[in-house]
């Protein structure tokens, strides 16, 4: 039928990045199709095999001569976690922006189009989403914590370079500086060439690479970001999503400090040491300097894979969540404003090189 035909050579699938454009074909070679709702979608017909980006983008774009009515969406496990999935939304539409995010690997997208003439056209993509990325959908609170929260500050990472309008990739000094460390048991300067963002990840990666930060010579280089000057909260929630190194000497972290360190107060919502042992402290004024209670916590395959890591802050207490499961609490010291850092120090490593790998970090009031 023309109608259809017409609506066949029209629609498009265009990818978000690598602006890869699939045109509709008619293949139907392929027609096992693990997305397909019922038999009646078996003959779809099949768009040129294409490439994502760990971004899970996917745009169904229509032409401005098809009078499309609504396109019916259903992905193959999109998230890892649940079987296939109907949405129905007008072209174009982004499963990205959609809170849609596919894991590495093989899969299939079936799009169910329909003009507002009545006609209707199966059609779906084989694909390959690239990297180390295992990505979730969007997440509109902190992970099993409940209340009434508004996103405040949030990064998934899904440019190619660090965002600087939020980040700044050493610690404390000049754009494009190599720092000294944060604590003196350090042996790695900060170098902001080991920030890195690719495929929705950024890596803070450790390397043996001699440098020079403020006269001292190190034997390595780190990687860190951190937000001073960009954002800050007194009470609210931070979350990252993080996949810890493993080795000797490795001390990855994640947390929280002020300006005025110890009185503003320093949460540590994660510190590790190669191993799936995690640790979190709280470090305030007082018992003759700085005060640090903390606790340890077994996280089974912190190494191997990602992990939530969150802490919730406000003037009664701070409590800390790994996996959205609460693992400690302490009275609140400080009420001053904290700033985030994530950073993969050393203490004269022997496992190098090594990467610390965050696919989000969120914070919510």
């Known amino acids: 039928m023309a109608t259809r035909a017409c609506l066949v050579a029209g ?16 293949d139907t070679s392929d027609q096992a199709l693990m997305v397909s709702p019922d038999a009646k979608h078996s003959g779809a017909r099949k768009l040129s095999k294409a490439s ?29 976690t649940k079987p296939a999935t109907a949405v129905s939304k007008s072209s174009p539409f982004d499963l990205a922006s959609n809170g849609v995010r ?5 899969h299939t997208v079936l799009a169910i189009v329909t003009a507002k003439s009545g006609e209707t056209v199966d059609l779906f993509a084989r694909f390959s989403v690239a990297g180390q990325r295992n990505p979730q959908p969007v997440a509109a609170t902190p992970t099993g914590i409940p209340g009434n929260w508004t996103t405040a500050f949030s990064d998934d990472f899904d440019g190619t370079t660090v965002d600087a309008r939020k980040w700044n990739a050493n610690w404390l000094g000049n754009a494009g500086a ?3 460390p944060v604590n003196a048991e350090e ?5 902001p060439r080991r920030a890195t963002v690719a495929n929705g990840v950024l890596t803070l990666s450790a390397a043996p690479q001699s440098c020079i930060a403020e006269g001292k010579t190190y034997n390595s280089a780190s990687g860190m970001v951190q937000t001073n000057g960009h954002f800050s909260l007194a009470s609210g929630a931070i979350e990252a999503r993080i996949w810890t190194p493993k080795g000797q000497g490795m001390w990855p972290a994640f947390w929280a400090t002020g300006q005025n360190w110890p009185n ?16 979190f402290h709280y470090h305030y004024a007082g018992c003759g300097g700085d005060c640090g209670p903390g606790g340890d916590a077994l996280i089974p395959g912190a ?8 802490a919730t ?10 996996d959205g499961k609460q693992v400690w609490s302490h009275p609140t010291e400080s009420k001053a404003p904290l700033y985030i850092v994530l950073n993969l120090a050393t203490k004269n490593a022997q496992a190098l090189p090594a990467q610390m790998k965050v696919d989000y970090v969120r914070a919510w009031k």
């Not at 190494?303 to 969150?310: I, L, M, R, S, V």
């Open 11 to 26: 629609l498009v699938a265009a990818l978000l990045g690598s602006v890869l454009v699939a045109q509709a074909a008619a």
């Open 52 to 80: 994502l980006d760990g971004s899970g983008s996917f745009i169904f774009v229509q032409m401005p001569s098809i009078d499309v009515a609504t396109v019916e969406f259903h992905m193959d496990d999109p998230a890892g």
């Open 102 to 106: 596919f894991l590495s690997g093989e």
């Open 178 to 180: 190599l720092t000294k």
């Open 187 to 191: 042996t790695s300067c900060y170098d």
């Open 264 to 279: 503003d107060g320093e949460v540590d919502v994660l510190e590790a040491g190669g191993n799936d042992t995690s640790s």
């Open 303 to 310: 190494t191997a894979g990602w992990h939530t890591y969150a």
């Open 313 to 322: 802050l406000n003037a009664q207490t701070i409590t800390w969540y790994y």
